[in-house]
């Protein structure tokens, strides 16, 4: 069992920045990839952002390619989502994930999930 919390949402206005962040506890944090996924209300959750258990290999959405950056902290079994330039689009739910598997991107690649922390960006 792996256990997630996020922290670090809030309100911010376009333009701004956020860093969310993800503390893990349980089994191995090193063995897992880390993902970051986020939903809007009415719509269906999404791929943002993930990183290799190694940290060597990153992986971003198109809509925040450039924007937003991932990285992780094995030492301190963390994993960070630094959002610049923020959009009202980016507003929603945001949540991590640890996986064990091949692909990064879908919702069915993780196993264990936090509860969330809300970004809201004000235009």
């Known amino acids: 069992q792996v256990q ?3 922290s670090g949402g809030g309100l911010v206005q376009a333009g701004g920045s956020l ?4 503390a893990a506890s349980g089994r191995a944090f090193s063995n897992y990839d880390m993902g970051w996924f986020r939903q809007a209300p009415g719509k269906e959750r999404e791929f943002v952002a993930a990183i ?6 990153l992986d971003y959405a198109d809509s925040v390619k450039g924007r937003f950056t991932i990285s992780r902290n094995n ?13 009202p689009e980016d507003t929603a739910v945001y949540y991590c994930a640890a996986g064990y598997g091949v ?3 879908r919702v069915d690649d993780y196993d264990y999930w936090g509860q969330g922390t809300q970004v809201t960006v004000s235009s």
Do not use: F, I, Y
Request: proline share 0%.
């Open 4 to 6: 997630l919390v996020e």
């Open 19 to 22: 860093r969310l962040s993800c």
């Open 52 to 57: 290799r258990r190694s940290g060597s290999s």
């Open 75 to 87: 030492a301190e079994n963390t994993v960070a989502l630094q959002m610049d330039s923020l959009k």
């Open 103 to 105: 692909g990064l991107r």
